[in-house]
């Protein structure tokens, strides 16, 4: 047994004390776009259940041997953040001794994505363990998200206010259901059920995991959540056997493994995932997002219209057939599964503006028949002769569809986007 303190922070938008007896708040700090300060109190405050002091409350309602610090991001008024008050509060964490924090916050923004992402797996690796709400839309969220956070929902399973389910592996990234709806004190009676609410809960059950093995890691701390959960059969679960590969760091390929958790990717788990999560049949599936097919060989011309795109602002998720394409962020669709199932799994899992598709199999697998995409891409030697981009009649197909060489120059990237973005606006 741990006879230290285990510090918990909650990254929210502050802890009220008037509201329950916390005792003493080990920090109470507020992070803002310029600063890091202490935050006053205020004698006269109101008792207001802001949306961190009731994560507080659950927490205390469960753990009441936890050290609380309160470190606030969001603003009082709109009840938000950016991703570097984010990022700088995780990092104000690591620095300032707390072990585990608890996030019922996030962002389903696309754009914000890599820069949490890689702050995530930096203080992950430095022992800091991350419970985090996924976004109540049921859309993919950071951090929740990631393989080195413990993702927390209560949107699948019927559940009372003790236990929980554990989700080995989770192709979405969300590791436990439980219950949001937590009987909070006489005063305020239960808390409205959500995801934010359900963090805490498990945020609670880490708490006595590390009090009584405080060496633990994360994965160990997965392992032990299995252990403990209504759904737990005995069966073998892995938790350094990866769906996903957001864990990977710049130095390193999918096919690796990480040395300093070994972690690795099970390519067959990903397909397997994939597959159990896909509807069986789809008719005549229609995305009301652009889709847009990149028929090459190689990924260099999709990735430097994506980088294009999300200049301009926009939210883009690109697919491959290709496997390397996971090394540089991008959705991987393996052999034996439809584009059209996985551009409604795509369409189901992100909040994004387009979709672009580059089709390395095009040469043995015709794109044509699978699904309604809008603009077709062909890139090849065939084409070097042509001047720029060259578009087809659309009388002969239903999409556009553009030709252009293989040696893509700045300038060829440049007016091919232009061409593109005159199609939707």
């Not at 609670?204 to 405080?214: D, G």
């Not at 578009?391 to 030709?403: A, G």
Request: hydrophobic share 35%; proline share 3%.
């Amino acid at each position: 047994m741990y006879s230290g303190k285990i510090k918990i922070a909650i990254i929210d938008d502050g802890i009220n004390t008037k509201c329950f007896d916390f005792g003493e708040l080990e920090e109470d700090i507020e992070i803002t776009e310029h600063s890091i300060k202490k935050r006053k109190k205020i004698s006269d405050e109101p008792p207001f259940l802001s949306h961190g002091t009731i994560c507080g409350i659950i927490i205390k309602n469960n753990a009441s041997l936890a050290a609380l610090c309160s470190v606030k991001i969001l603003n009082s008024k709109k009840g938000k953040a950016s991703k570097e008050q984010l990022i700088r509060a995780l990092y104000w964490c690591l620095e300032n001794g707390v072990r585990i924090v608890n996030m019922s916050i996030g962002s389903i923004n696309i754009k914000d994505f890599d820069d949490i992402k890689n702050c995530v797996n930096y203080v992950a690796a430095k022992g800091l363990i991350i419970i985090a709400a996924v976004n109540n839309n049921g859309r993919y969220t950071v951090p929740a998200c990631l393989t080195n956070v413990i993702g927390v929902s209560c949107n699948q399973f019927n559940l009372k206010e003790e236990g929980y389910y554990f989700v080995g592996n989770s192709l979405m990234g969300i590791d436990v259901f439980t219950s949001g709806r937590h009987f909070l004190n006489s005063t305020f009676g239960y808390c409205n059920p959500s995801n934010s609410y359900a963090t805490p809960y498990i945020t609670a059950k880490i708490f006595w995991i590390l009090l009584r093995q405080y060496h633990f890691n994360l994965e160990d701390i997965k392992l032990e959540l299995y252990k403990n959960s209504l759904n737990f059969t005995g069966d073998y679960y892995d938790p350094y056997r990866c769906v996903n590969v957001d864990w990977l760091y710049s130095e390193m390929s999918i096919g690796s493994v990480d040395f300093i958790s070994d972690k690795y990717w099970d390519k067959e788990l990903y397909k397997s995932k994939l597959l159990s999560s896909l509807p069986k049949s789809i008719d005549n599936f229609q995305s009301d997002i652009p889709v847009i097919v990149f028929k090459d060989r190689n990924l260099e011309t999709m990735l430097k219209i994506a980088k294009k795109f999300t200049q301009k602002g926009y939210s883009t998720i690109c697919v491959s057939t290709n496997e390397e394409s996971l090394n540089v962020g991008c959705e991987f669709l393996p052999e034996g599964i439809l584009a059209e199932s996985f551009m409604f799994y795509i369409k189901n899992k992100y909040v994004n503006d387009l979709v672009l598709y580059n089709d390395h199999n095009y040469l043995t697998t015709p794109t044509e028949g699978e699904f309604n995409f809008d603009v077709e891409i062909l890139i090849g030697k065939n084409f070097d002769k042509l001047e720029g981009p060259v578009i087809t009649d659309l009388k002969i197909h239903k999409y556009y569809s553009f030709k252009v060489g293989s040696s893509v120059s700045r300038r060829a990237i440049t007016e091919l986007y232009k061409k593109i973005i005159k199609i939707f606006i």
